[in-house]
């Protein structure tokens, strides 16, 4: 958790320094769900995300510095700088991408899990999406179609409560969303995001129902986002009370105080963030040393090679 | 005439036409209470309320549908696509509806409808938020598709678009929002008729057709060339369909060569179009075969340094005006 902290901020960090570009969405505040998901799953399975993808990508195991290097636009990066902050993939930890369009991911999500299925493979799909995407139509149609099916996916909607400038109650008539669930033929459930291990044994649920074949999950995690929607968002729709009382239930703080609560020395959790801090320095480094994304590489990539099928 | 941003300049013309018809509303994600994504609708909600400048979910193909049915029996929506890479989720509602029903109907029914909303590449926004959208709507019969460069076409062709009463893709640019021009006063009411091009530059060696975001880029260029000696003459189509070529084959009789240059790909498109109307309506005045520069036929790159290869750029029209002059 402290890493993905600790890479956001330092992304912030360089977007104002110019050195990253384009639309940078920041995962600060919402850690715990991309932690406690990566901590259910196993190697085999698969995960999609939306834009704000960082802390699922680095939860999985990317690392720092890959991650960094294409948030500079660096051929070292995970995407060799073509996709940027939106379009993290890590294939061979099963992340499936960042995705820039709302909506427009879940149905691919509702395909990984068909190939579980229809291969008679035991993986699961996890996909995560915001409370702004369950009005569209790409989520009614990939609801729809898991749960008919039986698809071995959990879709989380993270709820952090607005979508861009815009809250919860000026885009849904339902306070809660987990009662869609219904309409789609799959189990639902909902509870708070602040607290890792309440996350972790929740979705861990999900994912034991759908690998054991009783089908998908519709989950609603209650969650907030510390920053703007993204860096060009001053985030003026909500009040600094509203802010101040989401922060004082930080999941990182929460997870330190818990630790520290049960008798781990505070130099060990200390010694753990400055661990912490250098792989974000050395990310940095290895970002600005790199060298930039390849025109050879943005033309060869348009169409995959022929022949070996 | 006053000097305004070309945001501003769109933002007059809603004022304007929400002021003069009480049929027209504003409808789109972040368009009232966060006064718009690219802040073009700002004010807007202040002044005519939460009926009439309505925030929707993010649900593009409900609201343009919305819109649609809305304009069948009479109202006149404008909606507001956050960009309009997000009109894909909607693009059936346009296609097969907004564009089809007047015929399809014999007549009878009407969709008078503005969709408007930033096009084109921004800045390292990647690829799937840099789409040109205008060759995917040109091809449509049953539309008109606009694409204003300057302020002050913005406004007197959004106002146009507004009173039309067919419906209507008007394709701004994210980076051509705080572009400023001159405008007509305050009070001087200008309505810029819908298909007609406009010269921006005159000149007497080659013919450059060029909208939108490049239209920049082709004007710099032109001065850089004018320096050597060579002198551009500069045709803004505006209304990308109908396309009206008759200023262009004007031009090319004069000049006897053109080149095209446009932000969207290579493949078909306005761009395409535009070529094989000039071989044809101005054949024997062409000294050398017409010329585009475009955007390379890739999806966008994030990486700073690729956009710019991608994006046309001064360099490459310098190179198409002089290839075409056959001069070095
Ligand atoms: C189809 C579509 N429409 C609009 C957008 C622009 N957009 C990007 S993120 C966003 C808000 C999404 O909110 P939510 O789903 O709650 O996710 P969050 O950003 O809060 O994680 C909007 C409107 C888009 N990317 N895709
Ligand atoms: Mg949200």
């Not at chain 1, 510390?226 to 004082?248: C, I, N, V, W």
């Not at chain 2, 799937?128 to 002050?152: E, K, M």
């Not at chain 2, 006897?256 to 044809?280: F, K, M, S, T």
Request: proline content about 4%; hydrophobic content about 40%.
């Amino acid at each position: 958790m402290m890493m993905i902290r600790r890479f956001e901020e330092e992304s912030a960090r360089n977007y104002a320094k110019g050195k990253i570009g384009g639309f940078l969405h920041l995962y600060i505040g919402q850690e715990a769900i991309a932690v406690a998901a990566a901590e259910v799953l196993e190697d085999r399975d698969y995960i999609f995300q939306t834009y704000r993808d960082h802390g699922i990508a680095l939860a999985r195991g990317m690392s720092a510095k890959s991650a960094m290097a294409e948030l500079f636009g660096k051929d070292t990066g995970c995407s060799r700088g073509l996709g940027g902050s939106m379009h993290f993939f890590d294939v061979e930890r099963g992340f499936l991408g960042g995705w820039g369009i709302v909506g427009g991911h879940l149905a691919l999500a509702a395909g990984t899990a068909f190939k579980s299925k229809y291969s008679g493979e035991d993986s699961v799909t996890v996909c995560f999406f915001g409370d702004g995407s369950t009005n569209i139509g790409g989520f009614h149609e990939a609801m729809s179609l898991a749960g008919l099916w039986k698809l071995p996916v959990v879709f989380v909607c993270e709820n952090n409560q607005y979508a861009m400038g815009t809250p919860l109650e000026r885009t849904s008539p339902l306070k809660d969303l987990s009662v869609k669930a219904k309409g789609y033929g799959m189990v639902g459930d909902r509870f708070d995001g602040h607290d890792v291990e309440v996350v972790q044994e929740r979705i861990g649920a999900a994912v034991d129902r759908a690998r054991a074949g009783g089908g998908p999950t519709f989950i609603e995690i209650l969650t907030y986002r510390f920053r703007g929607h993204s860096m060009s968002d001053p985030a003026k729709y909500r009040s600094r009370t509203e802010l101040e009382q989401r922060k004082a239930q930080d999941p990182v703080v929460l997870v330190r105080d818990r630790l520290l609560g049960l008798g781990v020395d505070e130099n060990a959790l200390d010694d753990i963030d400055l661990e912490v801090d250098e792989e974000i320095d050395a990310a940095v480094r290895f970002a600005e040393d790199s060298e930039p994304a390849l025109e050879e590489v943005m033309m060869s990539t348009v169409l995959a090679p022929e022949g070996d099928s | 005439m006053r000097e305004l941003r070309y945001r501003e300049a769109l933002r007059e013309a809603m004022f304007e036409e929400m002021e003069r018809d009480d049929r027209v509303f504003l409808m789109g994600e972040e368009v009232g209470h966060y006064q718009g994504a690219y802040k073009v609708s700002e004010g807007l909600l202040d002044k005519y309320g939460e009926r009439r400048v309505i925030d929707t979910p993010i649900a593009e193909a409900g609201f343009a549908g919305v819109g649609i049915g809305a304009a069948m029996v009479g109202l006149r929506p404008i909606i507001e696509f956050m960009t309009w890479n997000f009109s894909f989720v909607a693009f059936d509602q346009i296609i097969s509806n907004a564009a089809k029903v007047h015929q399809m109907s014999a007549g009878e029914i009407q969709v008078p409808i503005v969709f408007r909303g930033p096009n084109g590449a921004a800045k390292q926004v990647a690829s799937q938020h840099s789409h040109s959208a205008a060759p995917f709507y040109t091809h449509i019969p049953g539309l008109y598709v606009i694409q204003p460069s300057t302020p002050r076409d913005a406004k007197g062709l959004l106002k146009s678009a507004i009173r039309s009463n067919n419906p209507v893709v008007f394709l701004e640019g994210e980076t051509l929002y705080g572009v400023q021009g001159e405008v007509p006063d305050e009070g001087v009411e200008e309505l810029i008729p819908i298909g007609q091009s406009r010269l921006a530059r005159t000149g007497t060696d080659c013919t450059i057709v060029t909208w939108g975001r490049p239209y920049y880029t082709v004007l710099a260029a032109a001065e850089k060339l004018a320096a050597e000696g060579i002198e551009c003459e500069v045709i803004d189509p505006r209304t990308l369909r109908p396309l009206d070529t008759a200023l262009m084959v004007e031009s090319v009789k004069k000049t006897n060569r053109c080149v095209v240059v446009h932000e969207h790909w290579p493949y078909g498109g306005p761009g395409a179009e535009i070529v094989d109307r000039l071989q044809r309506e101005a054949f024997d005045y062409l000294d050398a075969p017409l010329e585009r520069v475009t955007g390379l036929d890739v999806p966008m790159p994030y990486a700073l340094n690729l956009e710019d290869k991608v994006l046309p750029t001064e360099g490459r029209v310098i190179d198409a005006v002089k290839r075409v002059s056959y001069s070095k």
